[in-house]
């Protein structure tokens, strides 16, 4: 049994040995952590580990015990102000890498102060984007943090 806050409520779930925090998520419903590379390469399986971005295909769920996990269910309205953003921008294409990026941005502006290109260029690092190229993202992603000051 591994007790932690998901999404601001804490949880409990029995797990079997050597399993990884994307399985235990995805078997019970939470299902924007995708399965891409399964090498820690692609970021579509992040998740924020008392709010750091880390991959959950990696992640022994038995090694989240008392911490704190977020989904982008638990960011719903900050992805969804992201994502209308990106969609300006024409950065979102197939979106299958947008719930791991929005992860990434959220830990970003809450854990940075002056955010300029090569930050976000930092926490892109380790998402994989196979359409749309990284510079309208970037642009994106500035314009969203703008827009919020
Ligand atoms: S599936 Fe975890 S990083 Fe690609
Ligand atoms: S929009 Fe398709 S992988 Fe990024």
Known sequence: ?????????IKSFHIDQGE???DTL????????RRGCDT????VCTVLID?????SCALLTARVNDKKVTTVEGIAD???????????????????CNPGIALSVYAMAQTEENIDDDTIRHYLVGHLCRCSGYVS???????????RK
Do not use: W
């Open 137 to 147: 993202q970037t642009k994106a992603i500035k314009a969203f943090l703008e827009g």
């Open 1 to 9: 049994m591994v007790t932690f806050e998901l999404n601001g409520q």
């Open 78 to 96: 900050f992805a969804a102000e992201l994502s209308a953003y990106f969609g300006k921008e024409g950065a979102d294409q197939c979106g299958f």
């Open 40 to 43: 820690t390469s692609c970021g």
């Open 20 to 22: 990884f925090l994307i």
């Open 26 to 33: 995805r078997r019970h419903h939470v299902v924007s952590p």
């Open 51 to 55: 709010d750091q971005p880390m991959p």
